[in-house]
């Protein structure tokens, strides 16, 4: 796996939620963890996830409400629901209120590795590049709205808009040559002027 892909993973069974973990970290992952719905809350809130499993019947605050709760929030970490819960109308609940996808217990491991892997590169891939909040490359990722950027020791630091602007002008234009021009037009609005040396 190239980069760090944060998991969160809100289960309150600890031996299962031990056993993902495990298994999430050797495959690569970051992986974060939660046992109840209030904890699943607060790590939404202060963290960045590429993909949460939430399991539906948590302590305190269920899965289908921690999931609500965020939608309204405007969080849009893919969320995976896993549960015992494996009725059709509680599929189609999960899945009206924001849920991506919807795994029932018992599960194949293999089988949710991989609708991981899926839903980190639907989403990842889904945005166009207008929409682009945020980006990783390698260890490092710049995160867009706030003009941070983390670097690959984990330390986020302001940085000006103009720099922000460059910077996703060229990750929108990944691979490809980006004229002075279309820099100067983008960025610092100029209509080309030709003394801008």
Not at 185 to 194: A, I, Q, S
Request: glycine content about 8%.
């Amino acid at each position: 796996m190239e980069e760090n892909y944060r998991v969160l993973v809100v289960e309150d069974e600890e031996h299962l939620r031990s056993v993902i973990k495990l298994n999430l970290e050797l495959e690569g992952y970051d992986v974060a963890t939660a046992r109840t719905g209030p904890r699943a809350l607060e790590k939404f809130r202060n963290g960045r996830f590429d993909v949460a499993i939430l399991d539906v019947m948590l302590p305190e605050v269920d899965g289908f409400t921690v999931c609500k709760t965020i939608r309204l929030e405007g969080n849009k970490t893919p969320i995976l629901f896993l549960t015992a819960k494996n009725s059709s109308s509680d599929r189609v609940e999960g899945l009206k209120i924001g849920g991506d996808d919807y795994l029932t217990k018992p599960f194949n491991l293999e089988e949710l590795l991989l609708r991981i892997q899926n839903l980190i590169r639907r989403t990842s891939g889904s945005k166009t590049s207008g929409d682009l909040e945020n980006y990783k490359f390698g260890k490092s990722e710049v995160f867009f709205l706030s003009y941070e950027i983390k670097d690959k020791d984990g330390i986020t630091r302001r940085i000006s808009k103009k720099e922000t602007m460059l910077l996703k002008l060229l990750m929108q234009n990944e691979g490809k040559a980006v004229s002075r021009e279309e820099i100067l037009e983008t960025v610092w609005g100029y209509n080309v002027f030709p003394s801008t040396r």
